[in-house]
């Protein structure tokens, strides 16, 4: 499906350093080995409800990654999907009585402006799980195909037992699993399953939902297949980088990882990233619980983006926190000290701010290090002065390019 428009993308003098960043799946922090194309998948939002800044702060985070590699001199194939038809679509559709496709281009719509607006770099491929039906069910297929699945009343289950490698990822012990299996989508209750843990690829049509003929009959795809069969599909396997929220973790990205390696015997991803949650009042912010401050929202009420990215940038993404009142203040304050040093004519050196703004993010995205360096040159140019007449121009390219942040 269409993705959003690009933002600008202005030319830096000379190039950043490889692209280290922390995988979930080893603790570490490992350097990232793209060819010249670097592949990049994340999951995309449910589009029953705006995009949050939980959201925001997810997809800003994997542009983050965008950008160091474009900045290392990697072109960057970047797929994200969309969740368009699944069971909290259809509940919110039916309960507030709009078509669930409705419903989906609407959101979508509004994300799209949202990402644009943040100027986040668009997927090369943003997709949608409704137009990839096909691609998704010839997956589950070829995992049938191989034995690892089976059926209860023409739904079609992953054997849990046959993912050998279940928990690689997450490293969650087994009652760990079960219980965030049961909370994130799961159904361990269901009877008849061999494992409780065995989880749905495909799922047959009922009365009253919508469903595709498929090689498994009439249906729709299970949740966890739509990511790895899209990953697959778009950028084959064992590509650089898969994430999304922490919340992900287990089950989707474990169960994920577990059917491509099934269906191809390798890897779906080299690193695992995942984003800290954001929160409101203590809670995780999501959709179910209603805590939410919403992108749209606060754009409609005249927010700057850049200043909404601004206070995104002052975490680092691996750290959950909490949105509060003060951080659009602190950010407009940030953004009104940059500017002003931004508008002088001559300012120290700025070579030095963009090596520690390129050694910030190519270390594990260290937004917060970045945005300090470029403070200390903003204090220094605003008390002291400078010489350099050139330095305002690097320091907005820096931060526009390296940051996203057009001030
Ligand atoms: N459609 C699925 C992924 S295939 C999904 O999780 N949709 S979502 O709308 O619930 O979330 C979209 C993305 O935002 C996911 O990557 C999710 O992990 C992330 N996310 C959700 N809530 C938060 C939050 N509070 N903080 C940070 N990231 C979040
Ligand atoms: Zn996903």
Request: negative net charge.
């Amino acid at each position: 499906m269409r993705s959003w428009s690009a933002p600008d993308i202005v030319p830096l003098p000379g190039t950043g350093g490889p692209l280290r960043v922390h995988d979930t799946a080893t603790g570490r922090i490992r350097t990232t080995t793209p060819g010249p194309t670097a592949g990049m998948y994340a999951c995309g939002i449910t589009p029953y409800d705006a995009a949050h800044l939980g959201h925001a702060f997810t997809y800003l985070t994997f542009d983050l990654a965008n950008r160091v590699w474009r900045d290392a001199g990697h072109d960057v194939d970047y797929v994200q999907n969309t969740t368009d038809i699944d069971d909290p679509l259809l509940e919110r559709a039916e309960a507030t009585g709009v078509d669930w496709r409705d419903l989906a281009h609407r959101e979508i719509d509004v994300f799209r402006e949202d990402m644009a607006a943040l100027r986040i770099i668009p997927p090369t491929s943003y997709v949608g799980v409704v137009e990839s039906v096909d691609l998704i069910s010839d997956l589950a297929a070829r995992i049938r195909d191989t034995g690892a699945a089976y059926e209860i009343d023409g739904d079609l289950y992953f054997s849990a037992a046959e993912a050998a490698d279940l928990g690689s990822i997450s490293h969650l012990d087994r009652d760990q699993m079960l219980e965030l299996f049961g909370e994130r989508g799961g159904d361990p209750g269901r009877a008849d399953k061999k494992d409780p843990l065995d989880w749905l690829l495909w799922r047959a049509e009922r009365p009253g939902e919508p469903a595709w003929d498929s090689p498994l009959g009439r249906g729709r795809p299970g949740w966890h297949i739509e990511c790895s069969a899209i990953a697959l599909d778009r950028l084959g396997p064992a590509f650089d980088l898969n994430g999304g929220g922490s919340d992900l973790i287990f089950p989707h990205h474990e169960m994920g990882a577990a059917e491509t390696r099934c269906a191809t015997g390798g890897p779906n991803a080299h690193n695992h990233l995942h984003v800290g949650m954001v929160g409101l009042n203590g809670e995780k912010m999501s959709k179910s619980l209603g805590n939410l401050v919403f992108v749209s929202k606060l754009r409609e009420q005249g927010v700057d983006p850049a200043v909404i990215r601004l206070a995104m940038l002052d975490h680092h993404y691996r750290a959950p926190w909490e949105w509060t009142d003060a951080e659009l203040p602190g950010a407009n304050a940030r953004a009104d000290r940059w500017r002003a040093a931004l508008a002088l004519g001559a300012a120290p050196d700025a070579a030095p701010v963009l090596a520690a703004v390129r050694a910030a993010l190519a270390e594990d995205l260290d937004s917060p290090a970045a945005l300090a360096a470029v403070d200390a040159w903003a204090d220094t140019a605003l008390t002291e002065g400078g010489v350099d007449t050139g330095a305002p121009a690097l320091v907005r390219a820096t931060v526009d390019t390296l940051l996203g942040v057009a001030l």
